[in-house]
């Protein structure tokens, strides 16, 4: 166990809700001056004596509470959780930007530095002054920075641009150089907050090759981010927060899989009360009312079964005849990607004219999905001009959970692609 | 694992420690930063201005003339028997970078929130840049009085700079640490109290008025010396004048008092600072 470079030890931070003080030295002494005569605080939030009820009593909370993991050299390990989780807090304790507030964190190695997109550049000096600027911030030293000029100001791609003010360059040559110098730290711990959702996608590939390069040297990683992908494709380990704590740090597989989980568990059953809050659209003469998934008896599932068929159901509500219109679903993974879109027209080539009242929609969907969770949406759009009539973008989220024919590490870790095929394979002589 | 391998950690984060939690070594390795805080401080002042150094040099110039008019012309206050243009000048060029040490170094926490809530380095690095970057404008304003200082040293008006002179350097040094001192002082406080910003524009107006700029020593009852000794700038801006200009009331013991106090609130600042600096970035 002697290759543990980052050891995490009942770590809490606190923070007190509200203001501190009153911010100013007057308004302390006047609140002061009228305790002392025992009078009430003319500063004091008028009701907040009320708060007390929501057994919020001292305005604190706790924003890492008991937070202790062992993070091995070399590894890439993501944090992920909801926002006010606690995983920038985690962050900013590991790079000394604050302070915990109990705990400890012991660090093996060459400090850790946060990847901070141009911190401390100054618009007024030419890049190159920055990059020795930005790298001094960062904590390498003069002659550091010189070893790696070139290196630096390659990988950003702004060799034309050195000795151009920064205040002139483009936001993506901004951004190129800030994480060119961050990369090039010769720390043996990187934190990674987010900066990965900037540049191009060529510039994205380029830095995530870089972090993979920079762990084969041994140097140890952090990333926080809240695309999955990026999470799934490149850490070993998952840290997911939920309320300051660990709520699992684990493969991405299981960490993710219970974030998304936790995400949404809202309600047990496949079954929706859709609100006219949730249509996107505005006000047309479809509404929809409900949306379930069933068996094939009709009873609404809790989850679906691997290779069970999926059977959707949409309760609307015509208010007027309409014509001519076009329903249809997406069901996309939670990471947005979409993986199937079916019409009501898709065989038939017929759109469908309503009449006033109440209908149920029926979808039968060949069940090729993996394991997982999925998000379904539903629209519909009327013929002529493609007029949307309505728009329901996260009607139902549903797992699909028992996979009976894959033992379960076979699985996960040779089958890539996100469908099933079924396909059966044989080996024929000849 | 702990008890094999407790020698291995090279850092461990953990909350407030003790009073005195400034590391001296860390700084060290952070010079470079600070000469790089400098530089970026002096080329992007040049870079927005029009007059660029003259300003240093007008701003002196006027408060020096202002002063001559209304203090030694109008209210014909004793200049100790020295050229008034002269006297007030080492006056206000000593005034003027302990000063602008002070008020500038007072902003560290506010001015830099952006920076400091993202990268950790040691903070201290900031006002020690600062101090830094206004000994180039000392230096500045400094060729100013020198050249006026033979002027009038050649029209014979009675000034005899002497080996005091040999004591400057550490006078700067002094006048340094305490601007440095009262600066990290009130940025420590400013994160807490705001205001304090807002009164230390006419504190530091105030505290000039308590310190012999515009008028000597000499002319201070000898039974308030004492009271007035306690003012490290004081013994400072005397020195100063006595050195170059050979007419002075100060007292070896002054210097001393002076010495202490600086010491007293350089060390006092640092033990504030390096308290608010872990979790400032809450507060602020």
């Known amino acids: ?71 091995h050299q070399g590894e890439v390990v993501g944090i992920i959780g909801r926002n006010g989780a606690g995983k920038s807090t985690l962050l900013k304790i590991i790079s000394r930007v604050t302070a915990p507030t109990s705990g400890t964190i012991k660090i093996k190695g060459r400090g850790a530095s946060l990847l901070e997109v141009g911190t401390g550049f100054h618009p007024e000096l030419p890049g190159r002054e920055n990059i020795f600027l930005n790298g001094a911030i960062l904590g ?12 630096i100001v390659k990988f950003a791609e702004i060799d034309k641009f050195i000795d151009t003010p920064v205040k002139r360059y483009s936001s993506g040559m901004y951004v190129r150089l800030a994480f060119a110098v961050a990369a090039h730290l010769d720390t043996d711990i990187l934190l990674v907050d ?18 993979k390069n920079v762990t084969s040297e041994g140097r140890t990683v952090l990333i926080v981010s809240h695309s999955m992908p990026i999470i799934r494709n ?65 009873n609404i599932q809790e989850h679906i079964k691997y290779h069970q068929p999926l059977i959707i159901e949409v309760f609307i509500e015509c208010i007027d005849a309409v014509d001519n219109v076009g329903f249809g679903i997406i069901i996309s993974t939670k990471d947005n990607v979409i993986l199937l879109q079916t019409h009501c027209f898709d065989k038939s080539n017929a759109y469908w004219n309503l009449v ?8 039968r969907v060949l069940n090729q999905l993996k394991r997982g969770h999925y998000s379904l949406q539903f629209g519909a759009h009327q013929k002529p001009f493609n007029v949307s009539l309505l728009d329901i973008p996260n009607a139902l989220t549903f797992e699909i959970t028992d996979e009976p024919f894959q033992p379960e590490e076979n699985y996960s870790q040779f089958n890539g692609g996100l469908l099933d095929s079924f396909s059966d394979w044989s080996l024929i002589d000849i | 694992m702990s008890d094999n391998h407790d020698s291995a950690w090279t850092m ?50 006027f408060t020096t003339v202002v002063f001559t008019i209304i203090f030694s012309n109008i209210a014909h206050i004793s200049t100790d028997g ?37 990268v950790y380095f040691p903070r201290l690095v900031v006002p020690i840049s600062i101090v830094i970057s206004n000994l180039f404008t000392f230096a500045i304003q400094f060729g100013l009085f020198l050249a006026f200082l033979v002027y009038f040293y050649f029209m014979g008006s009675g000034i005899h700079p002497n080996l005091w002179i040999l004591i400057i350097p550490l006078l700067l040094v002094q006048m340094a640490a305490l601007g440095l001192g009262m600066g990290i002082l009130i940025s420590s406080l400013t994160t807490k109290y705001r205001d304090l910003a807002l009164a230390l524009t006419f504190g530091v107006q105030l505290w000039m008025y308590a310190t012999p700029v515009v008028y000597p020593l000499s002319q201070i009852p000898a039974q308030w010396q004492w009271l007035f000794a306690l003012n490290p700038m004081t013994a400072i801006i005397e020195t100063f004048r006595y050195a170059f200009l050979g007419s002075g009331a100060i007292q070896p013991w002054m210097l001393g008092v ?21 979790t400032f970035m809450d507060t602020i």
């Open chain 1, 1 to 71: 166990m002697s290759d543990v470079v980052i050891q995490v030890e009942n770590l809490c931070k606190e923070y007190r809700l509200g203001t501190i003080s009153h911010g100013t030295l007057y308004r302390d002494l006047q609140s002061g001056w009228a305790k002392f005569r025992g009078k009430d605080d003319p500063n004091s939030i008028i009701g907040s004596h009320n708060r007390g009820q929501m057994g919020n009593t001292d305005d604190r909370i706790l924003a890492l509470n008991n937070v202790s993991f062992d993070i």
């Open chain 1, 140 to 151: 390498m030293r003069k002659s550091e920075i010189e070893q790696k000029f070139d290196e």
């Open chain 1, 194 to 211: 987010e900066v990965l959702a900037v540049g191009d996608v060529a510039f994205q590939k380029k830095s995530l090759n870089k972090m």
């Open chain 1, 234 to 298: 490149n850490c070993k380990k998952v840290i997911f927060l939920k309320n300051g704590a660990i709520s699992a740090f684990d493969i991405p597989a299981v960490s993710v899989d219970s974030y998304l989980n936790a995400a949404n568990e809202e309600s047990r059953y496949l079954v929706k009360e859709i609100t006219s809050e949730m249509h996107t659209t505005g006000i047309s003469k479809i509404r929809v009312k409900k949306i379930q998934m069933v068996d094939e008896n009709g």
């Open chain 1, 356 to 363: 006033r009242g109440r209908f149920k929609v029926q979808i």
């Open chain 2, 12 to 61: 461990e984060i953990r909350s407030r420690n003790g009073w005195f939690d400034i590391d001296v070594s860390e700084l060290w390795r952070y010079r470079d930063l600070i000469l790089l805080f400098v530089r970026r401080d002096f080329v992007a002042y040049y870079k927005q201005t029009v007059l660029g150094p003259l300003w240093f040099l007008l701003q002196p110039l």
């Open chain 2, 82 to 118: 020295l050229p008034p243009f002269l006297f007030y000048l080492a006056g206000t060029i000593g005034w003027t970078y302990f000063a602008n040490c002070m008020t500038q170094t007072s902003n560290t926490f506010i001015t830099n929130a952006g920076i400091f809530g993202k």
């Open chain 2, 258 to 278: 002076s010495f202490g106090m600086t010491f007293l609130i350089l060390a006092l600042g640092i033990v504030l600072f390096s308290r608010v600096e872990k």
